[in-house]
């Protein structure tokens, strides 16, 4: 698996300089967190395959998490915490919640092999992530950041 690009968005009253690049397949970012966020913060997460001989992506499945609950019921089994343990080992992200006013970091992240799902056949594909606080798509949703990611599964 490798990424091809990065594309990431965020309110400037939660997060700045952020910056992103890829480098050999592997992504990389930087960002600072302004103010700590706080219990109630969610993350849809939604990964699309894009179909054969067009340009438009399917979605194959998604979440609606509360991060503070994910992290602390960071031992229970699931893709998500899988994934999640995957980007701890390449960042310096925060394993609890509060999440602290700070500099956060990812350094040359690859999926690795045992977290990518078998059903995921070679292909071309999109990671949504959507940090929010409020209810998802009404008026009450603040947004906190935008995560578009494009990857490739090879064989």
Do not use: H
């Not at 799902?117 to 070679?122: Q, V």
């Not at 940090?131 to 947004?143: D, L, P, V, W």
Request: net charge positive; glycine share 4%.
């Amino acid at each position: 698996m490798k990424f091809t690009k990065i594309e990431v968005t965020g309110d400037s009253s939660y997060i700045s300089n952020v910056t992103y690049w890829i480098d050999n397949g592997t992504a990389n970012a930087d960002m600072y967190v302004k103010r700590t966020l706080n219990y109630g913060l969610r993350v849809f997460v939604d990964l699309q395959m894009k179909l054969a001989d067009s340009k438009k992506y399917q979605s194959l499945f998604s979440y609606d998490v509360d991060v503070c609950k994910l992290l602390n019921e960071f031992f229970r089994e699931s893709l998500l915490r899988s994934w999640y343990r995957n980007l701890l080992k390449y960042s310096n992200f925060m394993e609890n919640c509060p999440i602290m006013e700070g500099f956060y970091y990812i350094r040359k992240l690859a999926l690795e092999p045992n977290s990518i799902p078998p059903y995921l056949r070679s292909g071309d594909y999109r990671l949504c992530c959507t940090a929010y606080y409020g209810k998802r798509n009404s008026k009450k949703q603040r947004s906190v950041s935008n995560l578009t990611a494009y990857m490739q599964i090879l064989s």
